[in-house]
């Protein structure tokens, strides 16, 4: 971008530039600001959405329907934010990362290296649309963002000033293990970025169990003496042949004897290590007993001696910063299996579907969760929330949004979804993880519990033939066991449905022509906003459609209001209707005896107010 030209500006015009200049941000970051022509369309037409019928899957309509938008994805988030306003659980996004090698366009212009305002024209898209994006979260939602190194520097600085609420955690993930070939460094990793509400704990914890804790009762270290937690000084009473735990003395005061049993099957146990030392239990006797009870206090013998040990189940795993082991290897869970689905194809790096779904599962708990993503490439969102789906028998939705450049989206997204969906032609070897078996000092003492599980895994195989040969391995630090089952066909879907839709314009003008146009093109909006697909009434004065919980009603002749009130009280359930006005007039008056069932919203106008305040 040339520099400015002050030669012809008057002196008020240069005192206003001064002032301007003066009150910028002094730190943070700065670019320089580019008109994009897409945001510029709006301010002439508005986006509105057009259903390609052709398109559509449904295999089980009382699954979840999820969305396919082809446009630009500014258009599409201009859609979304009355649409999906505050209705998002999970953004994840793997926007473009600027490499200078034309692998992005701004304004129909491939961006090279040699471009040096590329990276302000970077932030330029990116802030954008993040802050289109920002609005549609939940209150608890969370954004991740992947990224390299080219822009991960602007995109952190860039997500702090969009999201100055949540806090920006940056996590590494090894998605290459190969390395890429570059000066000094083999590079084998990326960054995800996450934006997450400041003071809360909102990433989950990892589906795995952290190893069980198992250890003597009797504290050591710091804060273990006896005169440090007086009360916690006792006797244990264990039988000495089944080596039960009895009983439990009160707390014994310092410089009195310790006791011993009058029974002879049974003695007293003291925290006194092999030292000599006076030491303390862990729990206090009721808990000791309790706990006892529960069989997670036990006595065993060591070196001919009593001791008292105790077991706490381990937990859900905190997630590390940094991601490293083979499923996340975006060659073989990427590149491979998208040659899989569809066959030979030239998409650049497409991720592994097991990254996808981690970060899924990091950034959201919720079994009915909407995950959107608005740089949806070869699908890899799409294809971890149905395959999650399939696992845990969960309703998560995915809303995608694309444009289709170089026939990306007819010839690698779609197919890739339609496929998943409905399965595919497939001849070949597929590998189930059966058993994963983290390897440590401390995991040591169950080797022979895993090695039996092993045994009985092959054990059944060989009764049911289930796969055709289990694979036993060591990697990523752990012990697996695969089954292998030999495909010979059709690759099995994992069942959904999908609603596609492509952006479309209507003149911004608000004319009463326009008005009436826009109306009359915001039926698909309205359906994707209340997630009511299939048609029950369409004529020329109104339309309804239903989901298995809820109507939606399309008033566009306000003279039809009686004959649609006649036709909705034959149905229970509860309704929400948009009517057409020039104004702001929802009818209450006309719909006065229905105000239980039906919730009333004006139409353009409920569109108009959202696009007259994102394209100020």
């Given at each position: 971008m040339a520099k400015k030209d002050?030669?012809?500006?008057?002196?008020?015009?240069?005192?206003?530039?001064?002032?301007?200049?003066?009150?910028?941000?002094?730190?943070g970051l700065v670019w320089e600001d580019k008109l994009e022509d897409v945001a510029e369309q709006c301010k002439k037409e508005l986006p509105v959405l057009e259903e390609i019928r052709s398109r559509e899957i449904i295999t089980d309509s009382d699954k979840p329907v999820?969305?396919?938008?082809?446009?630009?994805?500014?258009?599409?988030?201009?859609?979304?934010?009355?649409?999906?306003?505050?209705?998002?659980?999970?953004?994840?996004?793997?926007?473009?990362?600027?490499?200078?090698?034309?692998?992005?366009?701004?304004?129909?212009?491939?961006?090279?290296?040699?471009?040096?305002?590329?990276?302000?024209?970077?932030?330029?898209?990116?802030?954008?649309?993040?802050?289109?994006?920002?609005?549609?979260?939940?209150?608890?939602?969370?954004?991740?963002?992947?990224?390299?190194?080219?822009?991960?520097?602007?995109?952190?600085?860039?997500?702090?000033?969009v999201f100055p609420d949540k806090e920006i955690i940056i996590t590494v993930i090894e998605h290459n293990h190969r390395g890429r070939a570059k000066n000094n460094f083999a590079l084998t990793h990326e960054y995800a970025l996450w934006?997450?509400?400041?003071?809360?704990?909102?990433?989950?914890?990892?589906?795995?169990?952290?190893?069980?804790?198992?250890?003597?009762?009797?504290?050591?270290?710091?804060?273990?003496?006896?005169?440090?937690?007086?009360?916690?000084?006792?006797?244990?009473?264990?039988?000495?042949?089944?080596?039960?735990?009895?009983?439990?003395?009160?707390?014994?005061?310092?410089?009195?004897?310790?006791?011993?049993?009058?029974?002879?099957?049974?003695?007293?146990?003291?925290?006194?290590?092999?030292?000599?030392?006076?030491?303390?239990?862990?729990?206090?006797?009721?808990t000791m007993l309790s706990e006892a009870k529960a069989g997670h206090v036990y006595a065993k013998v060591i070196k001919n001696k009593i001791e008292i040990h105790y077991w706490k189940p381990g937990k859900p795993v905190r997630r590390k910063?940094?991601?490293?082991?083979?499923?996340?290897?975006?060659?073989?869970?990427?590149?491979?299996?998208?040659?899989?689905?569809i066959g030979e194809n030239d998409f650049p790096f497409p991720k592994s579907i097991y990254a996808a779904d981690e970060c899924i599962e990091a950034g959201t708990d919720n079994k009915n969760a909407v995950i959107l993503d608005f740089f949806a490439g070869s699908g890899t969102t799409a294809h971890a929330v149905l395959e999650m789906n399939k696992k845990d028998g969960g309703s998560r939705k995915f809303?995608?949004?694309?444009n289709n450049e170089n026939g990306i989206c007819d010839e690698i997204l779609y197919p890739r979804i339609a496929n998943v969906i409905k399965g595919y032609k497939y001849k070949g070897k597929r590998k189930e993880e059966l058993l994963n078996f983290k390897l440590s000092i401390t995991s040591l003492d169950k080797v022979n519990d895993v090695l039996e599980?092993?045994?009985?895994?092959?054990?059944?195989?060989?009764?049911?033939?289930?796969?055709?040969?289990?694979?036993?391995?060591?990697?990523?630090?752990?012990?697996?066991?695969?089954?292998?089952?030999?495909?010979?066909?059709?690759?099995?879907?994992?069942?959904?449905n999908l609603k596609y839709f492509k952006t479309s314009f209507v003149p911004a003008d608000p004319t009463d022509k326009n008005k009436t146009l826009l109306t009359q093109k915001a039926t698909e909006m309205l359906c994707v906003k209340e997630d009511t697909f299939k048609k029950v009434k369409s004529n020329a004065q109104y339309k309804i459609f239903r989901n298995k919980n809820q109507y939606t009603g399309i008033i566009f002749d306000h003279q039809a209001i009686d004959d649609f009130k006649e036709e909705i009280a034959k149905m229970d359930?509860?309704?929400?209707?948009?009517?057409?006005?020039?104004?702001?007039d929802t009818f209450d008056e006309e719909f006065e005896d229905m105000m239980k069932k039906v919730k009333l919203s004006p139409i353009p106008e409920a569109i108009l107010r959202v696009y007259r305040r994102i394209f100020k």
């Amino acid at each position: 971008m040339a520099k400015k030209d002050y030669t012809n500006w008057d002196r008020n015009e240069l005192i206003n530039e001064i002032e301007r200049l003066r009150k910028r941000k002094k730190y943070g970051l700065v670019w320089e600001d580019k008109l994009e022509d897409v945001a510029e369309q709006c301010k002439k037409e508005l986006p509105v959405l057009e259903e390609i019928r052709s398109r559509e899957i449904i295999t089980d309509s009382d699954k979840p329907v999820n969305l396919l938008i082809e446009g630009d994805n500014y258009h599409a988030l201009s859609v979304l934010n009355y649409t999906h306003k505050g209705r998002i659980d999970f953004i994840y996004i793997d926007p473009p990362y600027n490499t200078g090698n034309k692998t992005w366009k701004y304004n129909n212009n491939y961006v090279d290296e040699e471009d040096p305002y590329r990276h302000s024209l970077w932030v330029s898209f990116i802030q954008k649309r993040l802050k289109l994006a920002k609005s549609l979260l939940k209150k608890k939602g969370v954004i991740c963002v992947t990224i390299d190194n080219y822009e991960l520097h602007n995109l952190r600085h860039l997500m702090g000033d969009v999201f100055p609420d949540k806090e920006i955690i940056i996590t590494v993930i090894e998605h290459n293990h190969r390395g890429r070939a570059k000066n000094n460094f083999a590079l084998t990793h990326e960054y995800a970025l996450w934006a997450v509400n400041k003071g809360e704990d909102i990433i989950t914890k990892k589906n795995e169990i952290s190893e069980d804790i198992r250890r003597n009762l009797r504290r050591t270290g710091q804060g273990s003496r006896r005169h440090e937690s007086p009360t916690l000084f006792y006797g244990i009473e264990v039988n000495n042949k089944t080596f039960k735990i009895v009983s439990a003395t009160e707390p014994i005061p310092e410089g009195e004897p310790l006791p011993k049993s009058k029974n002879k099957n049974t003695e007293f146990v003291f925290p006194i290590d092999g030292n000599g030392i006076e030491r303390r239990w862990y729990y206090g006797s009721k808990t000791m007993l309790s706990e006892a009870k529960a069989g997670h206090v036990y006595a065993k013998v060591i070196k001919n001696k009593i001791e008292i040990h105790y077991w706490k189940p381990g937990k859900p795993v905190r997630r590390k910063s940094v991601w490293v082991g083979s499923k996340y290897d975006g060659s073989t869970y990427g590149s491979e299996l998208l040659t899989e689905i569809i066959g030979e194809n030239d998409f650049p790096f497409p991720k592994s579907i097991y990254a996808a779904d981690e970060c899924i599962e990091a950034g959201t708990d919720n079994k009915n969760a909407v995950i959107l993503d608005f740089f949806a490439g070869s699908g890899t969102t799409a294809h971890a929330v149905l395959e999650m789906n399939k696992k845990d028998g969960g309703s998560r939705k995915f809303i995608l949004c694309t444009n289709n450049e170089n026939g990306i989206c007819d010839e690698i997204l779609y197919p890739r979804i339609a496929n998943v969906i409905k399965g595919y032609k497939y001849k070949g070897k597929r590998k189930e993880e059966l058993l994963n078996f983290k390897l440590s000092i401390t995991s040591l003492d169950k080797v022979n519990d895993v090695l039996e599980n092993i045994a009985e895994i092959s054990e059944e195989n060989k009764d049911s033939n289930q796969y055709k040969k289990i694979i036993k391995n060591i990697e990523d630090n752990s012990v697996k066991v695969f089954g292998e089952k030999y495909i010979d066909g059709k690759m099995e879907g994992l069942g959904g449905n999908l609603k596609y839709f492509k952006t479309s314009f209507v003149p911004a003008d608000p004319t009463d022509k326009n008005k009436t146009l826009l109306t009359q093109k915001a039926t698909e909006m309205l359906c994707v906003k209340e997630d009511t697909f299939k048609k029950v009434k369409s004529n020329a004065q109104y339309k309804i459609f239903r989901n298995k919980n809820q109507y939606t009603g399309i008033i566009f002749d306000h003279q039809a209001i009686d004959d649609f009130k006649e036709e909705i009280a034959k149905m229970d359930g509860k309704f929400s209707v948009y009517v057409f006005s020039l104004g702001d007039d929802t009818f209450d008056e006309e719909f006065e005896d229905m105000m239980k069932k039906v919730k009333l919203s004006p139409i353009p106008e409920a569109i108009l107010r959202v696009y007259r305040r994102i394209f100020k």
